[in-house]
């Protein structure tokens, strides 16, 4: 294998036919199916978006009827799963109990016989539905809290929001979830996705797939970023102190998370519409000081990292807009990770519908073949 077929990170190098959503990196276009992702982040819903992604369609209004009261059925969990809840340590992080439960509960549902697709939609609604539900779960028991029950009254968005706070929230930061979700659900092949598509490819259940996708996300330099931004943002302390704190960051060689893109050499899309949705968070709720920040933050970093096609993604803005809402910011990867459990769910469609086994190879530089030597001849 010559060393010019090798890049690192697998830059550029499709790994995968794809039908379900492009980006044009230079040109800061996103689309779903065809459609762009801010058109549906502002006139559709998350459910709508997530049928769209697993079928490759609009539904029709009976579709979309159907596919919604099947989802509202599915939320609830066995009751053993609360009792796993309670067994985890609370000080663990969510993004560990969502990678663990996801597998957990393939024990109760799977089918694991993956060529049955009657079987496979079933398993898509099961974890589609299940998701918030057991990143809620979590977090109200390691608070010490009784678990809510999901609210079949509730749309996808609007139950999320309930579960978490236990305050059903208002038509206004429910269309604000419900828009993050959409802009979180898909982004062709990004590292976790790749993970689904590597583990489907081996035919084990879509339980241990997406619990997978889980542990890819949970890194910081994809969408643990979201959490890390706001450290970073508190850090830094006030608008007023970003100059200062990001020539430091450039003269240390130190990454700005929220910044930076292998395929967008432009302002991510999904961060100007984060960036709108937070505008009209702040009339409902106060301004952080965080938001002030990061606007200095990009406006002192664009001379120097917008030139090298450095700009912000997806996670600069939405950590400022879950906080805004109230949401702890360990549960923000997690909220990235119910979104994207679409799109997981709908690249793991499409790999077991035309299958073959992930099996790269590698450049070898290690020894050549060698002679045993026994441990008393050792040195
Ligand atoms: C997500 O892939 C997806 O689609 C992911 C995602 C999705 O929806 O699934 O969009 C979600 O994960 C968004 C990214 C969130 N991560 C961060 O915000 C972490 C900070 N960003 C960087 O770590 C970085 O930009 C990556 C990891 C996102 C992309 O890195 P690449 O493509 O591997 O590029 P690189 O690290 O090789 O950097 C190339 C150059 C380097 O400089 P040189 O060594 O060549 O001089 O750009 C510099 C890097 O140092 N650089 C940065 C930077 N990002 C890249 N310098 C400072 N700050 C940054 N954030």
């Known amino acids: 294998m010559s060393l010019a077929e090798y890049r ?34 502002r006139e559709s819903t998350f459910e709508e978006t997530a049928w769209l992604l697993l079928k490759g369609e609009l539904p029709r209004q009976k579709e979309l009827a159907d596919f919604d009261a099947q989802l509202r059925q599915r939320r609830a969990l066995h009751f053993r799963m609360t009792d796993m809840f309670k067994a985890l340590p609370a000080t663990g992080h969510p993004m560990d109990a969502l990678q663990a439960s996801v597998a957990a509960l393939g024990m109760f549902h799977s089918t694991r016989e993956v060529s049955d697709p009657a079987g496979n ?32 009254d509730l749309d996808h968005a609007g139950n999320l929001g309930y579960m978490l706070t236990g305050k059903e929230p208002s038509p206004a930061v429910r269309k604000v979830l419900d828009a993050c979700l959409i802009l979180h659900a898909e982004h062709q092949m990004n590292a976790s996705t790749f993970a689904a598509r590597v583990v489907g490819s081996t035919l084990a259940d879509p339980y241990r797939v997406i619990s997978a996708a889980v542990g890819a996300l949970a890194g910081p330099l994809h969408g643990g970023a979201n959490e890390e931004v706001l450290d970073m943002l508190e850090v830094i302390g006030s608008a007023a102190n970003a100059r200062a704190w990001f020539e430091n960051a450039v003269a240390t060689k130190g990454k700005i998370m929220g910044f930076g893109h292998r395929v967008y050499k432009v302002k991510d899309p999904r961060a100007t519409v984060l960036q709108d949705l937070a505008e009209h968070v702040f009339a409902e709720t106060s ?61 793991w469609l499409e790999q077991v519908g035309g299958n073959r086994l992930f099996r790269p190879e590698q450049i070898y530089k290690g020894y050549a073949e060698r002679k045993y030597v026994s441990l008393d001849e050792r040195a």
Do not use: M
């Not at 492009?22 to 065809?34: E, Q, S, V």
């Open 8 to 41: 690192p990170g697998l830059a550029d190098v499709p790994a995968a036919e794809s039908a379900i959503s492009d980006i044009d990196g230079k040109n800061a276009r996103l689309l779903y199916r065809g459609f762009p992702v801010e058109v549906l982040a």
């Open 121 to 152: 939609w079933e398993s898509c609604l099961r974890i589609l539905a299940s998701v918030p539900t057991l990143v809620a779960t979590f977090h109200r028991v390691r608070l010490g809290l009784e678990p809510l029950a999901p609210r079949d």
């Open 287 to 347: 301004r952080p000081r965080s938001y002030d920040t990061a606007l200095e933050l990009e406006k002192v970093a664009l001379p120097v990292l917008g030139a090298k096609g450095i700009h912000p993604n997806v996670d600069f803005f939405s950590g400022i807009v879950y906080q805004s809402l109230g949401i702890p910011k360990d549960i923000f990867t997690p909220l990235f990770a119910i979104a994207r459990t679409a799109g997981w769910l709908a690249h």
